[in-house]
């Protein structure tokens, strides 16, 4: 039997998962294939009759969250034999409880693990329940924010929130009228001035864009401020600037770092803050199994400058 492609859904209730899956069915994606949607939560928005919906077949099959076994799976597998899978994941449940504990029938290949934000209440959300949010962010690969204003939500800090917990991760913004948004048009600097200025409070909104934007920052020259620390394996031929940032809660900070490639001499201000001026350019990182394009600063001058008026960075 050939391989059933599984997509992962989970966020909050109403933040638009049922919405998603909707849209999705309706533009034919799945017309000549047997769709098993598995719901293990119960939201406003309601699918179309098994019956109606423009695939070869389709089953909607409702569950608890802790309903979704091996046995469960293997089943649903049996009974329908599905070419497609979708889950949508009760919110208030960890992924972890689904990626960590049910083992789904071999032919199951996971495609892509998605988290449906509700622009218009994330920061509320984010700041009381951040740790829910980090397990989102760990065990998805895309993250759609949903119902975004412009007018009213910061895009980058958006961005950059996700970001910190998970450099690889593929995000989407979509408007109140359904439509993608292209963050470029929302960035809190000019990238075309020379060189661009990266204000103190922005650095982690710089470096998580870039993370995910190479050909938009390759080449341009920028200033940026962080504290200078020498590292042993760089010998003498480069430093990093750092800057400590709350990566999930007010108890979670991490470290965001970036490498200067520069000839270091005696006499350098290591643990000092400068103002470093250069051009972006970018290396390549496995460590984290996917490969990830991580920008570096080819320095071309530096100074101390005083210690930023908030050390800490924040994403949301």
Same mark, same amino acid.
């Given at each position: 039997?050939?391989?059933?492609?599984?997509?992962?859904?989970?966020?909050?209730?109403?933040?638009?998962?049922?919405?998603?899956?909707?849209?999705?069915?309706?533009?034919?994606?799945?017309?000549?294939?047997?769709?098993?949607?598995?719901?293990?939560?119960?939201?406003?928005?309601?699918?179309?009759?098994?019956?109606? +919906?423009?695939?070869?077949?389709?089953?909607?099959?409702?569950?608890?969250?802790?309903?979704?076994?091996?046995?469960?799976?293997?089943?649903?597998?049996?009974?329908?034999?599905?070419?497609?899978?979708?889950?949508?994941?009760?919110?208030?449940?960890?992924?972890?409880?689904? &990626?960590?504990?049910?083992?789904?029938?071999? =032919?199951?290949?996971?495609?892509?693990?998605? *988290?449906?934000?509700?622009?218009?209440?994330?920061?509320?959300?984010?700041?009381? !329940?951040?740790? !829910?949010?980090?397990?989102?962010?760990?065990?998805?690969?895309?993250?759609?924010?949903? =119902?975004?204003?412009?007018?009213?939500?910061?895009?980058?800090?958006?961005?950059?929130?996700?970001?910190?917990?998970?450099?690889?991760?593929?995000?989407?913004?979509?408007?109140?009228?359904? #439509?993608?948004?292209?963050?470029?048009?929302?960035?809190?600097?000019?990238?075309?001035?020379?060189? *661009?200025?990266?204000?103190?409070?922005?650095?982690?909104?710089?470096?998580?864009?870039?993370?995910?934007?190479?050909?938009?920052?390759?080449?341009?020259?920028?200033?940026?401020?962080?504290? +200078?620390?020498?590292?042993?394996? /760089?010998? $003498?031929?480069? &430093?990093?600037?750092?800057?400590?940032?709350?990566?999930? *809660?007010?108890?979670?900070?991490?470290?965001?770092?970036?490498? *200067?490639?520069?000839?270091? =001499?005696?006499?350098?201000?290591?643990?000092?803050?400068?103002?470093?001026?250069?051009?972006?350019?970018?290396?390549? $990182? $496995?460590?984290?199994? #996917?490969?990830?394009?991580?920008?570096?600063?080819?320095?071309?001058?530096? /100074?101390?400058?005083?210690?930023?008026?908030?050390?800490?960075?924040?994403?949301?």
């Amino acid at each position: 039997m050939e391989d059933c492609l599984v997509y992962f859904f989970t966020g909050f209730l109403d933040a638009g998962k049922t919405s998603f899956i909707q849209s999705w069915i309706g533009d034919g994606s799945f017309q000549d294939k047997r769709v098993l949607i598995i719901l293990t939560e119960e939201g406003e928005v309601e699918l179309p009759p098994e019956e109606k +919906a423009p695939c070869k077949a389709m089953k909607i099959v409702t569950a608890e969250t802790e309903e979704v076994t091996r046995a469960f799976t293997y089943i649903l597998d049996a009974k329908f034999k599905p070419d497609v899978v979708l889950i949508e994941w009760n919110g208030s449940v960890s992924p972890s409880a689904f &990626f960590d504990v049910v083992d789904v029938p071999d =032919r199951w290949m996971l495609c892509a693990a998605i *988290c449906i934000v509700d622009a218009s209440t994330y920061n509320d959300y984010y700041r009381n !329940m951040q740790t !829910m949010f980090a397990d989102y962010y760990r065990f998805c690969d895309n993250v759609i924010f949903n =119902r975004v204003d412009p007018e009213v939500n910061n895009i980058p800090k958006l961005r950059g929130s996700v970001k910190s917990l998970n450099p690889g991760m593929n995000l989407s913004f979509f408007g109140m009228d359904g #439509n993608m948004i292209d963050i470029g048009n929302y960035l809190p600097y000019n990238l075309d001035d020379d060189p *661009c200025v990266i204000a103190p409070d922005d650095f982690g909104l710089f470096y998580t864009d870039a993370l995910d934007n190479v050909k938009r920052y390759n080449g341009k020259r920028i200033t940026v401020t962080g504290q +200078a620390t020498l590292m042993k394996e /760089h010998r $003498d031929q480069a &430093f990093v600037l750092q800057r400590q940032a709350y990566t999930c *809660c007010a108890n979670d900070i991490g470290m965001i770092s970036m490498l *200067c490639l520069y000839k270091v =001499r005696g006499g350098f201000p290591a643990g000092k803050w400068l103002s470093v001026t250069g051009k972006i350019g970018f290396f390549r $990182d $496995d460590s984290q199994g #996917n490969p990830v394009a991580i920008p570096c600063l080819q320095v071309e001058n530096f /100074h101390l400058t005083d210690k930023p008026k908030n050390e800490i960075i924040y994403f949301s």
